[in-house]
């Protein structure tokens, strides 16, 4: 399928400026000149740059050696853009490649394509899915320029073999021994885990059988105790059957001895309690006989105290505490109105002072003869005051002989009060004197009760320690009786006491053997428990066995299929050697790409045609010519030859990808020591390529003769002001 270039637009792409530029490819010999108006000569006007713009819209690359940033032009420093359309089947494609900003769009059919997350995945999707054609690819048989691409014919082995294998598509052999060295590693590794896988096995089975030697020993020494049970049952029964005491027996001797038992205890309490009381009995006759010690001196003092009461029974405390409150309510009214006539007389005494002090001076007698008052500065009539102080005067005096008259009157009711005061104080003394005496006579009669309440209790004590002694005797004759019955009970206890002890030392021996019983069932169920464990242990060891041995026949399987995909992967690294498959591919083409180079030498005229080895090493052969050599040809002939083995080159590529460029570029082929014959037959080559393939072809020279070429269409790049354009096309 044929990818048809429609046009290119470009602007700030390396010698052009900002303005758009637009070159529309058409078929046929395309010759592309130029010329710079500064010096009116071809070189440096930009007409290589106008074709490095169709790689670099596809690939993002130029055929020159420059930095990405130097794409650019070198005035402008931005903006650069690219945009080239084409055509594949019914599809239409437009990419958009620009830097500062960067940016990469495609679009199909007027849609965008989607974009992957990396600008590397989107440009190889891009080769891969639309163009069928990467940029090495592009360079060294689309795009070429004699003076910064080596021609084919000189490349070194190693780039020759690597050209080869790109145009022949032998890459895919190189990947496919790469892989399967990789598969033939993970292969290996896989082989090895089997193996081991395996021989864990092996061992973990040879452990196991082990396990279980060990296991079958310890199971074959476990004892076996129901025999012995059986014995000491038989013997447990027998020695019941045989026994000639009862459970009823011994329960009936228990609950006598029991009997017996609390009978001892009971009277033993008796003897305990009239021990107790023997001892109380003993302490209150001494208590009685120390306490009524004194009875002979508690009679006399009650005969003396009995005359004091009867003396002191003639006084009434009654009528004296009555007198007593009285005397002291008077002697307190009195006391008040005797401090009354007190403050009266205070008063009085200060009044008379003062009217005294104003008769004797005044100060108005001090104004007599003065006209203006010393004090105020006012004018005052002397006369007038002088005669009022004189009758102030006056009037004092009156009032002072009134007061003292007054104040004599007071002083005699003072002295009467006091003596009045006086004498119920004489009466009050009295009567407490007479209580005070009633009081002490009490204090001594006091105890009077007392004693006769001691006297009398005493008389009563005597008395008890009569009964007491009668009572003592009673109790001593008592216990006696009670201590020979305790005599009695204690005999038929030590008889009780030997006849259950007997049954006693059966029952024990009855029950160590029930104990020896349960004890060895104890053991039966350890042993019986112990065998199913080591039972169970021999099991799982041969479940694992079995398991094992399983896992080994599987991974035996699995080292078959394993060697058997060895062998295969082997087989295909082997294939995909050099010297293999490579090689084979290679000598299949080898005839085709010498048909198609003398094809195209034949077809411009050439006398001579090649010969071409796996290698790429060239035989020149023809008429006239021996041991001929590409080195030994002229710059026309070896120019013919590149051409022709590039297009040679370019049928098998387009052959292999199914999807290929319409467009050839070459740049300075017609130049350098190319000469007019020379340059004819190239032109022969171009023409027979062109109209075979209805090619865009594209020639750029600097030669002057070259514009008198036969070209379909000339461009013409001027370049001024320090930019290229297009100004013919």
């Known amino acids: 399928m044929k990818l048809n270039i429609e046009d290119i637009e470009f602007r700030n792409f390396l010698s052009f400026g900002s303005k758009w530029q637009r070159l529309t490819l058409v078929p046929g010999v395309n010759l592309i000149l130029g010329i710079n108006a500064n010096n009116q000569r071809s070189n440096?006007?930009?007409?290589?740059?106008?074709?490095?713009?169709?790689?670099?819209?596809?690939?993002?690359?130029?055929?020159?050696?420059?930095k990405k940033d130097q794409i650019v032009n070198w005035k402008n420093r931005r903006e650069c853009e690219v945009v080239i359309s084409f055509s594949k089947g019914d599809d239409k494609y437009r990419i958009l490649r620009a830097i500062k900003p960067d940016k990469l769009e495609v679009y199909k059919n007027n849609k965008p394509v989607d974009v992957p997350s990396h600008k590397r995945d989107f440009q190889k999707q891009i080769e891969d899915d639309i163009l069928g054609i990467d940029c090495k690819t592009f360079m060294s048989i689309i795009h070429s320029n004699i003076n910064s691409s080596t021609p084919i014919l000189k490349m070194s082995k190693l780039d020759k073999r690597n050209f080869i294998e790109r145009v022949f598509g032998l890459r895919i052999f190189t990947l496919m021994n790469s892989k399967s060295n990789e598969n033939l590693s993970s292969i290996e590794k896989k082989r090895n885990n089997v193996s081991n896988d395996t021989n864990y096995n092996d061992r973990m089975i040879a452990d196991l059988k082990e396990q279980n030697i060990v296991l079958f020993s310890k199971l074959s020494k476990i004892p076996n105790s129901t025999r012995e049970l059986k014995d000491i049952i038989e013997e447990h029964d027998e020695l019941i059957e045989n026994s000639q005491f009862s459970d009823s027996k011994v329960k009936s001797l228990n609950d006598d001895l029991l009997s017996i038992i609390g009978l001892i205890d009971k009277n033993n309490r008796i003897v305990n309690k009239v021990d107790h009381r023997l001892d109380i009995m003993e302490e209150k006759s001494k208590n009685i006989s120390k306490q009524t010690i004194n009875q002979p001196q508690l009679q006399k003092k009650i005969i003396e105290?009995?005359?004091?009461?009867?003396e002191i029974s003639m006084i009434d405390v009654n009528i004296l505490d009555y007198k007593l409150n009285v005397g002291k309510k008077d002697l307190d009214t009195n006391n008040d109105i005797l401090n009354e006539l007190k403050e009266r007389q205070k008063k009085f005494e200060i009044e008379i002072a003062v009217l005294s002090n104003n008769i004797i001076s005044s100060k108005k007698e001090e104004l007599e003869g003065k006209e203006i008052c010393p004090t105020c500065g006012t004018i005052i009539d002397?006369?007038?005051?002088?005669?009022?102080?004189?009758?102030?005067?006056?009037?004092?005096?009156?009032?002072?002989l009134m007061k003292e008259s007054e104040l004599e009157v007071l002083n005699k009711d003072i002295k009467n009060l006091i003596k009045i005061i006086i004498n119920i104080e004489a009466n009050i003394k009295n009567i407490e004197r007479v209580k005070s005496e009633y009081t002490l006579s009490l204090t001594k009669i006091s105890p009077l009760d007392d004693i006769n309440v001691e006297y009398e209790?005493?008389?009563?004590?005597?008395?008890?320690?009569?009964?007491?002694?009668?009572?003592?005797?009673?109790?001593i004759s008592k216990k006696e009786k009670i201590e020979i019955g305790i005599e009695s009970f204690n005999t038929k206890r030590n008889l009780l006491n030997e006849e259950i002890n007997d049954i006693s030392t059966i029952s024990a021996g009855i029950e160590k053997m029930k104990s020896e019983i349960d004890r060895l069932k104890e053991r039966i169920q350890q042993e019986n428990i112990t065998r199913k464990e080591i039972e169970s242990l021999i099991e799982d060891n041969n479940i694992k066995i079995r398991n094992g041995t399983n896992t080994i026949d599987e991974n035996t399987k699995k080292i078959k299929k394993i060697n058997l995909l060895s062998d295969y992967v082997s087989y295909i690294k082997d294939i995909c050697k050099d010297d293999n498959i490579k090689q084979f591919s290679i000598s299949s083409e080898i005839p085709y790409l010498n048909q198609q180079s003398n094809y195209y030498l034949s077809?411009?005229?050439?006398?001579?045609?090649i010969k071409l080895d796996k290698w790429l090493d060239c035989e020149i052969?023809?008429?006239?010519?021996?041991?001929g050599s590409y080195g030994s040809l002229s710059g026309g002939e070896s120019r013919s030859i590149d051409l022709a083995l590039q297009f040679a080159f370019l049928d098998i590529a387009r052959i292999k990808a199914g999807i290929w460029p319409d467009?050839?570029?070459?740049?300075?082929?017609?130049?350098s020591?190319?000469?007019?014959?020379?340059?004819?037959?190239?032109?022969?080559?171009?023409?027979?390529?062109?109209?075979?393939n209805n090619l865009k072809m594209f020639l750029i020279s600097h030669r002057k003769e070259v514009s008198e070429i036969d070209a379909d269409n000339i461009y013409i790049v001027e370049k001024s002001g320090g930019y290229s354009n297009i100004v013919y096309n």
């Open 44 to 66: 440096g006007s930009g007409k290589s740059a106008i074709l490095e713009t169709i790689p670099f819209a596809l690939f993002g690359q130029v055929n020159r050696d420059v």
């Open 663 to 671: 467009i050839l570029i070459t740049d300075e082929l017609l130049d």
């Open 621 to 627: 052969k023809g008429p006239g010519i021996l041991n």
């Open 382 to 400: 002397s006369k007038k005051i002088i005669e009022e102080a004189k009758k102030e005067k006056e009037n004092n005096r009156k009032d002072m």
């Open 305 to 310: 105290l009995g005359k004091i009461k009867n």
């Open 457 to 475: 209790k005493n008389r009563k004590l005597i008395n008890d320690g009569r009964k007491y002694f009668k009572v003592v005797s009673k109790l």
């Open 673 to 692: 020591s190319v000469d007019g014959y020379g340059l004819d037959k190239i032109l022969g080559i171009i023409k027979v390529k062109q109209i075979e």
């Open 603 to 609: 077809e411009s005229g050439h006398d001579f045609f």
